[in-house]
């Protein structure tokens, strides 16, 4: 036999225990009694799980987004806060531009009244040319 024959058993033989039936039995301890019995597949408790999970997904996911519990997740704002909150942002910018060009203005004010205004000094030389006066 190959080793792809031996393969394709395989691949059967799992697909084949995927459908094998188990017998799931829960008893009272005390009494040996059965109480209940379940005729289960591996297939079907997948099926089971697998379902189960997707709608334990969408059931809180649709919480989130349907409730307003969305509003306690970072960065899901409302459109119009969202909006507001860069037009104050903005305001905010401009009106601590505004101040700081107020102190200086009033500091240079200050500086002025009291004379401490730094006077600048021209330092760059003229180059004139030498006249002759000799011929005047």
């Known amino acids: 036999m190959s080793s792809r024959d031996l393969k394709s058993k395989k ?17 009272n301890d005390d009494t040996y009694e059965e109480v209940t019995a379940f005729r289960l597949s591996r297939k079907s408790v997948y099926i089971a799980l697998s379902t189960l999970f997707v709608l334990l997904v969408t059931i809180t996911v ?12 970072p960065g899901y704002g409302d459109l119009k806060q969202r909006r507001e909150f860069i037009h104050l942002k903005l305001r905010t910018d401009s009106l601590e ?3 700081r ?13 009291t004379g401490d205004v730094p006077k600048a000094l021209d330092t760059t030389t003229i180059k004139v040319p030498k006249v002759d006066n000799s011929t005047y």
């Open 11 to 27: 691949k059967a033989s799992n697909l084949q225990r995927l459908n094998h039936k188990y017998r799931l039995v829960i008893m």
């Open 62 to 73: 649709s919480t989130i987004v349907f409730t307003p519990l969305r509003y306690y997740i």
């Open 97 to 99: 531009q505004a101040l």
């Open 101 to 113: 060009q107020h102190d200086q203005y009033l500091d240079g004010l200050k500086k002025m009244i």
